[in-house]
């Protein structure tokens, strides 16, 4: 049985960092791709950030480029995103999310088949 499970949200003043992390188990995902959404209240879920496979090609959302990276970690099966200069518009629930493949832009929910429960980051002004 697959789980993905968040770590590392919190409370943050705008301007700070955080760094999230998403343990995977049950199997491997170095192959495929990996990635994180989040959603604000009120918001639908959106795309933050993928990476098609380890070590291969990121992607991220035009509002985090710049100040957020992904990163993945084959030995403990773990996907981060460091978040720096964090902003109040920032403010959600993150989700980390695997897909079977690594083909397809990863950018939309429907291209990821497993889903962690989310963690809160909330940026105070």
């Known amino acids: 049985q697959v789980q993905l499970v968040e770590s590392g949200g919190g409370l943050v003043q705008a301007g700070g960092s955080l760094r999230l992390s998403c343990a995977a188990s049950g199997r491997t995902f170095s192959n495929d791709a990996m990635g994180w959404f989040r959603q604000a209240p009120g918001k639908e879920r959106e795309f933050v950030a993928t990476?098609?496979?380890?070590?291969?090609?990121?992607y991220y959302a035009d509002s985090v480029k710049g100040r957020f990276t992904i990163s993945r970690d084959n030995a403990k099966n773990t996907m981060y995103l460091q978040m720096n200069n964090l902003k109040p518009e920032d403010t959600a629930v993150y989700y980390c999310?695997?897909?079977?493949?690594?083909?397809?832009?990863?950018?939309?929910?429907?291209?990821?088949?497993?889903w962690g429960q989310g963690t809160q980051v909330t940026v105070s002004s």
């Open positions: 999310a695997a897909s079977s493949t690594n083909w397809g832009s990863k950018r939309m929910m429907d291209d990821y088949d497993y």
């Open positions: 990476s098609r496979w380890s070590g291969g090609s990121t």
